[in-house]
């Protein structure tokens, strides 16, 4: 089945500092999907990106889809308290998704 | 609108016992899904249904099953519950008519917190 890599794992950031996550695929995607998950929480959708080269935006977050639709990222500039918790990338397939394994972010304040 | 609801919310279980977890979702939606949570493995799928009446296997289903009741309802059963299935087990839902579920966002519950002795 597919498989996603994602990095870094952990990441700290200083409150007002940018953050970034990747997402890779070796095969081509046909959509990747974005979750935000609170610590004690449930993920929650955030984005789909759908064709080659596509960039979203929700505010302070930046969502970009590659061009070879294997890789993606999720930019988040000026983080705040409020952006801590766990992000997924999730490569989607026909029938059902198959999710990274998470970044998870701290936000010093 | 509840959106999607777990029941229990938290388990503690002995080896060996069985339980089934519940998931019922109010949004209509056709495909329903099973996972399961550990540090640092993201979510992995144990069982999915993309429609009423049938039923697959995901990444992780040995030691599950599952029963799509109808429409709204799946159930993950766990027979004979071992600690290595100690872990947090979410539900979710998407996909209308006509859509595949790879294709919709999901819909997540609150989650099921067991933990096996």
């Known amino acids: 089945g597919q498989q996603v890599m994602q990095i870094p794992q952990y990441q700290h950031v200083q409150e007002g500092e940018d953050f970034t996550t990747y997402c890779n695929s070796s095969?081509?995607?046909?959509?990747i999907q974005w979750y935000k998950q609170r610590p004690g929480g449930h993920p929650v959708f955030l984005i789909q990106?759908?064709?080659?080269?596509e960039v979203k935006k929700q505010k302070r977050l930046t969502f970009q889809f590659g061009e070879a639709k294997k890789n993606s990222s999720l930019h988040i500039t000026a983080t705040q308290t409020t952006d801590v918790g766990t992000y997924f990338c999730a490569a989607g397939g026909y029938q059902k998704v198959t999710f990274g394994t998470g970044t998870k972010l701290q936000v010093i304040p | 609108n509840a959106g999607v609801t777990q029941t229990p919310k938290f388990q503690v279980l002995k080896t060996g016992q069985s339980m089934t977890l519940q998931c019922a979702q109010d949004m209509n939606h056709n495909s329903m899904y099973w996972y399961r949570q550990d540090p640092g493995m993201g979510l992995r799928l144990i069982y999915y249904s993309a429609s009423e009446g049938t039923t697959d296997k995901g990444e992780v289903p040995n030691g599950y099953n599952v029963s799509r009741l109808n429409k709204r309802e799946f159930s993950l059963r766990l027979e004979s519950a071992a600690p290595s299935q100690t872990s947090v087990y979410f539900c979710?839902?998407?996909?209308?008519?006509?859509?595949?579920?790879?294709?919709?966002?999901?819909?997540f519950g609150d989650g099921t917190r067991l933990s096996i002795l």
């Open positions: 095969t081509t995607l046909s959509n």
């Open positions: 979710a839902s998407n996909g209308n008519v006509g859509h595949g579920g790879g294709n919709q966002p999901q819909h």
């Open positions: 990106l759908v064709k080659s080269g």
